[in-house]
């Protein structure tokens, strides 16, 4: 496309039309060829706020997302109508592109910028082996409210502890929505034991590993290691610790408390699970090393209000 083609439209055009590129040098490239262009032409801009987007917030901006499967918090925010010289536009662009990159679907850090710290319980070694997993994109880390199962199923070995929030799984996720399961016959752990702290029940953790963890390319003892070290990295909210007779949040409260005792966990890598309005699950998005990350198309609890059964 010629740099000339641009010369109508705006900075807001040019993003609309190319926010979140899949490609970013094809997106430096054609952005550089638009900023050149008008630089040449000596054009100022008046941005009026695009079509579809929201009234300015207090702050004198509009925002509008880049598309779920970019990510949640890929926003751009465009200055309130007011005349713009191409340099201060220019700055403003830079931002917004930079912003559009560094939150792409599961993008845990911006480009350029150092990893997040390894977990705790993960070393160099399984470290190098998380990274190595394939044939699927991100984890979902499944943290099943226990009394509610225990409800139902009171012989269950994980009810015996009265538990509050314990691991169902940590289960391999698509970002089209889909998952993998039974992938594959790989051989299971030659001493389930070694996990009955995050397993009491070994009839669990064979289940798990059938279904799931064969899908992940991992050995068992690499894939049960790092399901101990992601249920290990979740601080259970002292609210829910010292629960003793039901009570009643909304799924904004319950998740804010989540996010309150673990400043490392966006709101954005947190979902909620619930039957019949009944507190089942929280859920964290993680990479495939075990760091929190945007949900991909992850259906979350839409009750108004949850219940919550205490630990008997």
């Known amino acids: 496309m010629s740099p000339n083609s641009r010369l109508n439209d705006t900075p807001a055009d040019f993003l609309e039309k190319e926010k979140c590129t899949t490609s970013q040098e094809s997106f430096d490239t054609r952005f550089f060829n638009f900023f050149r262009a008008n630089v040449a032409s000596g054009v100022e801009w008046r941005t009026p706020r695009p079509e579809g987007l929201a009234a300015p917030n207090q702050g004198g901006c509009v925002?509008?997302?880049?598309g779920r499967h970019h990510g949640a918090n890929c926003a751009a925010c465009y200055p309130a109508p007011m005349k713009l010289r191409i340099l201060s536009t220019g700055v403003t662009l830079a931002f917004l592109i930079a912003g559009c990159r560094s939150s792409g679907p599961n993008q845990s850090t911006a480009d350029g910028a150092h990893p997040p710290a390894a977990p705790v319980g993960v070393d160099a070694r399984l470290q190098a082996q998380l990274a190595s997993a394939s044939g699927f994109d991100?984890?979902?880390l499944n943290l099943s409210w226990s009394p509610e199962f225990c409800h139902s199923h009171p012989d269950a070995a994980e009810c015996a502890a009265h538990s509050t929030f314990v691991l169902h799984g940590l289960w391999p996720q698509n970002n089209d929505g889909g998952y993998p399961e039974n992938c594959a016959?790989?051989?299971g752990l030659p001493d389930p034991s070694a996990f009955a702290d995050i397993y009491p029940?070994?009839?669990l953790l064979q289940h798990e590993w059938r279904t799931h963890g064969v899908c992940t390319g991992l050995s068992a003892d690499a894939f049960f290691s790092a399901a101990r070290a992601a249920v290990r990295s979740v601080a259970i909210p002292p609210a829910f610790r010292s629960l003793d007779r039901q009570t009643?949040?909304?799924p904004d409260e319950i998740l804010s408390s989540f996010t309150?005792?673990?400043p490392s966990i966006p709101r954005a890598s947190l979902t909620?699970?619930?039957g019949n309005n009944y507190l089942t699950a929280v859920e964290v998005c993680l990479d495939k090393t075990l760091h929190p990350i945007?949900?991909?198309?992850?259906r979350s609890c839409r009750a108004n209000v949850v219940r919550i059964a205490p630990p008997r």
């Open 260 to 262: 309150a005792g673990n």
């Open 294 to 298: 945007n949900c991909g198309p992850i």
């Open 185 to 187: 016959n790989a051989p």
């Open 138 to 140: 991100y984890y979902l």
């Open 248 to 250: 009643s949040m909304t």
């Open 201 to 203: 029940d070994p009839g």
């Open 63 to 66: 925002r509008t997302a880049c």
């Open 272 to 274: 909620l699970s619930c």
